[in-house]
């Protein structure tokens, strides 16, 4: 929940499911990759519920449409937005306004519940800053 995933132009893609597995995707951003998302086959089981994806081919599934059936399912999703992120990561404009959030306490209760998709807010927000490196306001790596 709450995730920025920036991949590479030349790298592959994003997220890749593979059989038999089950997961869950709530408020997020994943942008930059090849393919966003590349689900192995129709028993492989993904939910998504507030994520954006902006990679030059959204879905890259092995032999099916598991990936878009089920990125399509979700509430809320958008496989064509276009990033604003600044410093590489943090939301700008389109990830602010973009979409509601998904509840995260229907998930689990695990998660604390934001007003925003991906990892970081906004400029002022800086939880990362202090265990990260090679990001604006961590440590060099």
């Not at 942008?31 to 998302?37: A, F, P, V």
């Not at 809320?76 to 306490?105: D, K, M, R, S």
């Amino acid at each position: 929940a709450n995730f920025t995933f920036v991949g590479r132009p030349n790298g592959g893609d994003a997220i890749i499911l593979n059989t038999g597995t089950n997961a869950v995707y709530a408020n997020g951003v994943v942008t930059g990759s090849i393919g966003c998302l590349d689900m192995d086959d129709a028993t492989t089981r993904g939910a998504f519920n507030s994520v954006l994806f902006a990679c030059l081919t959204a879905f890259r599934d092995d032999a099916d449409a598991a990936g878009a059936n089920a990125f399509n399912a979700g509430a809320n999703n958008n496989a064509n937005y276009t990033p604003t992120l600044t410093n590489t990561f943090i939301n700008g404009a389109n990830e602010t306004a973009a979409t509601p959030v998904a509840n995260l306490a229907a998930i689990s209760a695990f998660f604390t519940q934001v007003p925003y998709v991906g990892a970081v807010r906004n400029a002022a927000d800086t939880w990362y800053a202090g265990w990260t490196c090679g990001l604006p306001g961590g440590t060099a790596c």
